[in-house]
């Protein structure tokens, strides 16, 4: 089965979280040592939000419903990088007129 790509507009506007896991090891008179956790030790999350139709919001979730947390979309992050990316959380929102306000985490994957 492909990967799917996540495509639809999205607002921008919440601070991604972006930090790299390492292992530390302290030693006498202040001396440390440190080392990245692995090959792909760099996480990144952005939170982002899609304001528009309730019938567009219907179709986010149900992207979002078939990859269910675990398995892993392609998105291109607002740092205009395209990666993998996993879905664990995401309210849709009224908003009143017919409108509705989607927001969700998006966590930086490195398998589909």
């Not at 991604?16 to 530390?24: L, N, Y």
């Not at 392609?74 to 990088?81: A, I, Q």
């Not at 849709?92 to 490195?110: D, L, M």
């Amino acid at each position: 089965m492909a990967i799917e790509t996540f495509t639809w507009p999205t607002q921008f506007g919440d601070t991604p979280d972006i930090s790299w896991r390492t292992r530390k090891s302290r030693f006498g008179n202040g001396y440390k040592q440190i080392a990245g956790d692995g090959p792909n030790n760099k996480e990144q999350s952005f939170p982002i939000t899609y304001t528009g139709t309730r019938a567009t919001a219907v179709k986010i979730m149900a992207f979002l419903d078939r990859h269910g947390g675990a398995k892993a979309f392609l998105w291109t992050n607002p740092l205009g990088e395209l990666g993998l990316y996993t879905c664990e959380k995401a309210a849709p929102t009224p908003i009143g007129g017919g409108q509705f306000k989607v927001t969700a985490t998006f966590e930086q994957a490195f398998h589909p």
